[in-house]
Structure formats: C-alpha cells, structure tokens
C-alpha cells in the first residue's frame, strides 16, 4: 500500500493570500488527484496531477485559482490562490499506483480563510 | 461514470451485521464496484471493490447482483470504530473516483 504525507494538516490563511499543500508518497505512482471536501459535503475531485503535463482539470476548477505541479512520480503541489472563505475546505491528495489499483488517500488539509 | 444511490443514513447494534445497499442501474460493463468510508476527519480508506463477482476480505464482502445494477457491503460484525460515512462508487479502473453522498453508519452499543 500507498503511504501519503500531506503537509500542512491544516493551516489559518488570511483572504487574498496564497498557500502551496504538499503532498508526497513513499513509492512511484502513475496517477495522483486532487479533492476538495467542503464543510457537511462529499469530496469533489479537482484534477489529475500528471507527471511531466499539465494537470488535467475538471469542470469548475481552473488553472489560475488551483495551480498544480507534479515534477516526479511521487510528489505533487496543489496551490490555492487568491484565497476567499469560500475555500474553506479539506483538501486530499489520492493517489493509484497501477490499473485497477485501488486509490489510496492522505489525511487531508484543513484549510481555513478568515 | 454510473452514477450511484445509497440511503442517507442507516443504523446498527454493535456487533450485528452491516448491510449497506447501493443501486447503480446504469454501471457499464467494464465498470467496478468500489467502496470506500470516511471516518469523521480522516481521507477516505478503501473497503473493497468487484467486478462481477461476490468479494470478500479482512475488513468487508461485496455482494454484486447478476445483472450488476446493484450491491451490498456486508461488515459482518459491526464495532462502534465503524461508524462513518460510506461511499459506493462505479468507476473504470485507472481513473478517479466520482464521491456521492454516500451512507451515514452509525453503530450504536
């Protein structure tokens, strides 16, 4: 199995600044997203972070707001950017290491915009 | 991806069996049947996840019906430390998973 760190585990961010979430695996994985969990709600996904590409974002999540890199096979970032108290969220990183693998999660960022 | 519906919430004695319904009436053929939980404040954790046959491991079974438009997880003998929110997913393998509501278990002593 996967082991994920994600880093923060949660942070207390001012509106209109910016914060980079880490997200780092103990082994080489092909696929690696990005969830968005907001208060009460299910996880929504924000994108595929593909290795050595740009991310590959889903409907209503956009470049400019949701940065991400994945410079190798076990580390990505996701930024928030221009942050509102609208992001207030969990943030996870899920990660696949091969086909029909299962996902394997990290314990999430709790993000708070004041 | 199929899209999937489950009860908003469900209850049980500790130490009965859980058994957790899901319908996905529109899964396609080479889509599974994945289940994951999320324990208040923790990532999602992976239960156990089919094809067309019934599943079972250290933690759940998976029972899929013939024609594969619904399932059940079973936890057979459920522990206060299972209670969560459980999620039912159809997905191609290789791709992300799509989060519905799920159920909200809550095992009561």
């Known amino acids: 199995s996967a082991v994920i760190s994600q880093k923060p585990s949660r942070d207390i961010c001012q509106r209109g600044t910016s914060l980079t979430i880490q997200c780092q695996v103990d082994?080489?994985?092909?696929?690696m997203f990005w969830y968005r969990q907001q208060p009460g709600q299910s996880l929504t996904l924000i994108a595929t972070?593909?290795?050595?590409?740009?991310?590959?974002?889903e409907s209503g999540f956009v470049i400019d707001k949701f940065p991400i890199s994945r410079p190798n096979l076990t580390f990505s970032t996701l930024t928030v950017s221009n942050m509102s108290p609208e992001d207030s969220s969990i943030y996870l990183c899920?990660?696949?290491?091969?086909?029909?693998?299962?996902?394997?999660f990290g314990s999430g960022t709790q993000l708070s915009v004041l | 991806d199929a899209k999937t519906t489950q009860p908003t919430s469900m209850d049980c004695a500790e130490g009965r069996a859980a058994n957790l319904p899901c319908n996905h009436s529109?899964?396609?053929?080479?889509?599974?049947v994945y289940w994951y939980r999320q324990i208040h404040s923790q990532g999602p954790q992976y239960i156990i996840h089919?094809?067309?046959n019934n599943e079972t491991n250290e933690m759940a079974s998976l029972i899929i019906t013939e024609d594969r438009k619904s399932s059940t997880l079973i936890l057979p003998h459920a522990t206060l430390r299972d209670t969560a929110v459980y999620y039912c997913?159809?997905?191609?393998?290789?791709?992300?998973?799509?989060f519905g509501k799920g159920t909200s278990l809550l095992v009561t002593p």
């Open positions: 082994s080489q994985v092909t696929m």
């Open positions: 089919g094809l067309k």
């Open positions: 899920s990660v696949q290491g091969a086909a029909n693998e299962k996902l394997f």
């Open positions: 972070a593909n290795q050595g590409s740009e991310a590959t974002y």
């Open positions: 997913i159809v997905a191609n393998s290789g791709y992300a998973l799509n």
């Open positions: 529109t899964i396609s053929g080479n889509e599974y």
